[in-house]
């Protein structure tokens, strides 16, 4: 079994500085970011991101000038301030105690997600890592997911995924995983229209118990 966890919004309560980055970025090159543009958009990949806002205009030359950018922005926003959302780190110990293996599969890059690793004391928790630079297709493409589960060594119908945003829990159902959303960015109704299995307010107090059993049930389902 593996529990597979989007990195934004997920691990890590990392909107705001995000926000703040693609408005630095904005303000650095003069592309027309906005708040509303960022939030309908957080989840995609940058380079998605970045062809929705310009079109054929962008070039991939700039596509790749401007995602670094804007990740060195989020960096040195969130360098010393990261940390775990409410009920992660528990959720990860109690998961790895009963023999789940943990991956993170997020649009992201990996600078970011090495940053979070150091910052909050989680190495080595992780067996597979799938992040942008792995990936060719943007969420709601379940491609990220269904790399992770592929580095883990898991089949994905034994796999879990938590996730914040639609495209997010749209790619995880894609890829024939069980989807829990987690209502960080986006309202209930908006992870349950996507076809959420599961909506939780936060994973603090969340029950592995009962999320092993129904993977097992899955699991041997998929395999009749």
Same mark, same amino acid.
């Given at each position: 079994?593996?529990?597979?966890?989007?990195?934004?919004?997920?691990?890590?309560?990392?909107?705001?500085?995000h926000?703040?980055?693609?408005?630095?970025?904005?303000?650095?090159?003069?592309?027309?970011?906005?708040?509303?543009?960022?939030?309908?958009?957080?989840?995609?990949?940058?380079?998605?991101?970045?062809?929705?806002?310009?079109?054929?205009?962008?070039?991939?030359?700039?596509?790749?000038?401007?995602?670094?950018?804007?990740?060195?922005?989020?960096?040195?926003?969130?360098? /010393?301030? =990261? !940390?775990?959302? &409410?009920?992660?780190?528990?959720?990860?110990? %109690?998961?790895? *105690?009963?023999?789940? $293996?943990?991956?993170?599969?997020?649009?992201?890059p990996?600078?970011?997600?090495?940053?979070?690793?150091e910052?909050?004391?989680?190495?080595?928790?992780?067996?597979?890592?799938?992040?942008?630079?792995?990936?060719?297709?943007?969420?709601?493409?379940?491609?990220?997911?269904?790399?992770?589960?592929?580095?883990?060594?898991?089949?994905?119908? /034994?796999? =879990? !995924?938590?996730? &914040?945003?639609?495209i997010?829990?749209?790619? %995880?159902?894609? *890829?024939?995983?069980? $989807?829990?959303?987690?209502?960080?960015?986006?309202?209930?109704?908006?992870?349950?229209?996507?076809?959420?299995?599961?909506?939780?307010?936060t994973?603090?107090?969340?029950?592995?118990?009962?999320?092993?059993?129904?993977?097992?049930?899955?699991?041997?389902?998929?395999?009749?």
């Amino acid at each position: 079994m593996l529990a597979i966890f989007d990195h934004d919004g997920v691990l890590v309560d990392s909107l705001v500085f995000h926000q703040l980055a693609w408005l630095e970025l904005g303000r650095r090159t003069g592309l027309p970011l906005t708040e509303e543009f960022i939030l309908e958009t957080f989840g995609m990949t940058n380079p998605a991101i970045f062809r929705r806002l310009m079109g054929d205009a962008i070039t991939e030359a700039d596509i790749v000038r401007f995602g670094d950018l804007k990740e060195e922005c989020y960096r040195d926003v969130a360098r /010393g301030k =990261v !940390v775990l959302m &409410d009920g992660v780190a528990d959720l990860i110990e %109690a998961l790895h *105690a009963r023999g789940v $293996a943990l991956a993170i599969g997020t649009s992201g890059p990996r600078a970011n997600l090495l940053l979070t690793i150091e910052s909050c004391g989680l190495d080595g928790r992780f067996a597979a890592i799938a992040a942008l630079e792995d990936i060719s297709r943007s969420k709601p493409d379940p491609e990220v997911f269904l790399l992770a589960a592929e580095k883990a060594g898991v089949d994905p119908a /034994g796999a =879990v !995924v938590f996730e &914040d945003a639609p495209i997010g829990i749209q790619a %995880a159902k894609a *890829a024939g995983m069980l $989807a829990v959303g987690v209502t960080s960015t986006r309202p209930a109704e908006a992870l349950r229209e996507a076809g959420a299995d599961e909506v939780v307010d936060t994973l603090a107090g969340y029950c592995v118990d009962a999320l092993i059993d129904r993977l097992r049930r899955r699991k041997e389902g998929a395999a009749r």
